[in-house]
């Protein structure tokens, strides 16, 4: 049971730079998430898709960007990374009921 | 604006002893409300709460929802080293895709 798939664990960025983080889920989920969580603060959400060629954004999208070009897979892309985009971040997904969201392993990064 | 407040922030207790938590909220068009576990990484469900006010348990941890009082309680009693960790407050709101609305969390510390 794979379940929500997020990789790298670990990355450390320069100021400027892009990467990708990669989401993957094999529970053919149709909504998928992506939050960031700062420490002390809660799960912020950034970007979410109801399904592959569908979404839209959340409380905090500024300076990222999503695509969903199939079920499985919802990356999240930081164009220009800021400090400010230091952070953990997690991908999540949730099936026919919606509300019980399940949640990857997440993403810690730093921006330098 | 929607809003999930928890309390407390921060909770240490000894192992044996009983601890509760509160996550009250102030939601528009309230659906649900989840319960979720964070240890070093991804947060695990525990429960999911509705407006019918039936109490979830699963050993020794459960919760109920007081909708009178927009809030929901999660008990846990003789608790363990192993509970030791941040737990979440989630509330779902209609007409947003199953969007969740997180608490900053209620961080456990317990001590042998």
């Known amino acids: 049971n794979a379940g929500v798939t997020q990789t790298p664990k670990f990355r450390i960025l320069k100021i400027g730079q892009s990467m990708t983080l990669q989401c993957t889920q094999d529970?053919?989920?149709?909504?998928m998430y992506w939050y960031r969580q700062d420490p002390g603060m809660g799960l912020k959400l950034i970007y979410y898709s109801v399904g592959a060629g569908i979404t839209d954004k959340g409380e905090v999208p500024n300076g990222y960007n999503v695509s969903r070009s199939t079920t499985e897979d919802f990356p999240l892309r930081l164009e220009l990374a800021a400090p400010s985009q230091t952070s953990v971040y997690f991908c999540?997904?949730?099936?026919?009921?919606?509300?019980?969201?399940?949640f990857g392993a997440g993403t810690r990064l730093s921006v330098l | 604006e929607d809003k999930v407040v928890q309390s407390p922030l921060s909770l240490v207790v000894h192992e044996g002893d009983t601890v509760t938590l509160n996550c009250s909220y102030e939601v528009t068009n309230f659906r649900s409300l989840l319960w979720y576990k964070q240890e070093k990484k991804a947060p695990t469900f525990l429960f999911m709460l509705?407006?019918?006010?039936i109490e979830k348990k699963s050993g020794r941890l459960s919760s109920i929802l007081d909708k009178k009082e927009l809030s929901s309680i999660l008990n846990i009693t003789a608790t363990q080293t192993g509970d030791s960790a941040i737990y979440l407050c989630?509330?779902?709101?209609?007409?947003?895709?199953?969007?969740?609305?997180f608490g900053k969390g209620t961080k456990l510390s317990v001590k042998p």
């Open positions: 509705t407006s019918s006010g």
């Open positions: 989630a509330v779902e709101v209609g007409g947003s895709q199953g969007n969740l609305i």
């Open positions: 529970m053919n989920h149709n909504y």
């Open positions: 999540a997904s949730s099936g026919v009921g919606k509300n019980i969201q399940y």
